[in-house]
């Protein structure tokens, strides 16, 4: 049932590896004392069509019992309040099913809290009423709490946290020597216009990326079978020539974002996560060669 407890966020930030913490506050809206017994948090996303995603872990800032398995906050009178600090352990796909639903938007986050609580009324000149109630808090902004995170704060956000793409969290994201540093910069461009849901500009980085390697590692423009011959002089004939191949496909797959000649390509965020995703595996895969 809605109780007399409210919401209210303060802060997101990442707290430890693979850990984000939401900083929030719950308030008192009525003149009683409200023991906070149990407490379970959920979180959600989506724009019109909300997902669940996971469960959240507690952290009430405030006095506990049992070893945390079960909270005593008390809170006092109207406007009463205390710290609440919510731990999300995410997971790369978790972070994926929220980036591919803002569509090139903000990303929007609902967290739903259910609290057991003993309710202490007082009455003048009586015995005060004591009840357990189940109480859903809601916020400033309605049931259940709404998170909005502008597009540059989450794409900062994954920044921060080093987020790619599930497919990257099983890859190791590429140490790029010296002579792949412009290389490499084209390639962080590639994954920022992803974020923003920007195919074409995401596609054309891509190009640029594999372009400038003739120009970081001879100081001239050269063929890029040159390229190849230097970052893979050891492998056999055979295997130069299947990545070769591999890597002109991919230039002109790439090259639909640039529209330098005929009818642009319409293009799509599938088609950019496929761009940044390949990108990213084949400069890690030549790379280490160059190191070696």
């Given at each position: 049932?809605?109780?007399y ?38 979180l ?26 079960q ?16 731990l999300?352990?995410?997971s ?5 099913r ?16 259910r609290?057991?609580v003993?309710a ?5 000149k ?17 049931w ?8 540059s ?16 969290d099983?890859?190791?994201?590429p ?19 992803y974020?923003r ?11 640029k990326a ?26 056999e ?47 890690a895969?030549l790379?280490?060669?160059?190191q070696?």
């Amino acid at each position: 049932m809605p109780g007399y407890l409210s919401l209210k966020f303060i802060s997101y930030h990442p707290v430890a590896p693979g850990t984000l913490a939401f900083d929030l506050a719950i308030v008192q809206t009525n003149r009683r004392t409200a023991h906070i017994l149990s407490t379970e948090f959920e979180l959600w996303f989506g724009h019109s069509n909300r997902q669940f995603l996971c469960r959240l872990g507690p952290d009430i800032t405030t006095e506990m019992t049992g070893g945390g398995a079960q909270f005593v906050v008390e809170l006092k009178d109207e406007a009463a309040r205390t710290g609440c600090r919510l731990l999300w352990h995410y997971s790369p796909d978790q972070l994926q099913r929220i980036d591919e639903s803002r569509n090139g938007g903000k990303a929007i986050l609902y967290i739903y809290a259910r609290f057991t609580v003993q309710a202490i009324w007082p009455r003048p000149k009586e015995n005060p009423i004591v009840n357990y109630e189940i109480e859903t808090p809601g916020s400033e902004n309605g049931w259940p709490l709404r998170i909005e995170i502008a597009e540059s704060d989450w794409i900062a956000l994954l920044s921060d946290i080093g987020f790619r793409h599930p497919a990257m969290d099983r890859i190791t994201w590429p140490l790029l020597p010296p002579a792949f540093s412009r290389a490499e910069g084209h390639l962080n461009d590639a994954w920022l216009h992803y974020r923003r849901a920007e195919p074409a500009p995401a596609l054309a980085a891509c190009y640029k990326a594999f372009e400038c390697l003739g120009f970081d590692l001879f100081g001239k423009e050269v063929q890029r079978k040159d390229v190849l011959d230097l970052l893979m002089g050891s492998a056999e004939l055979t295997k130069q020539e299947a990545v070769l191949s591999l890597l002109r496909s991919l230039q002109c797959f790439f090259q639909f974002g640039r529209h330098d000649k005929g009818a642009p390509v319409k293009l799509t965020q599938n088609d950019a996560q496929m761009a940044v995703v390949c990108a990213t595996v084949l400069l890690a895969y030549l790379a280490p060669t160059k190191q070696s």
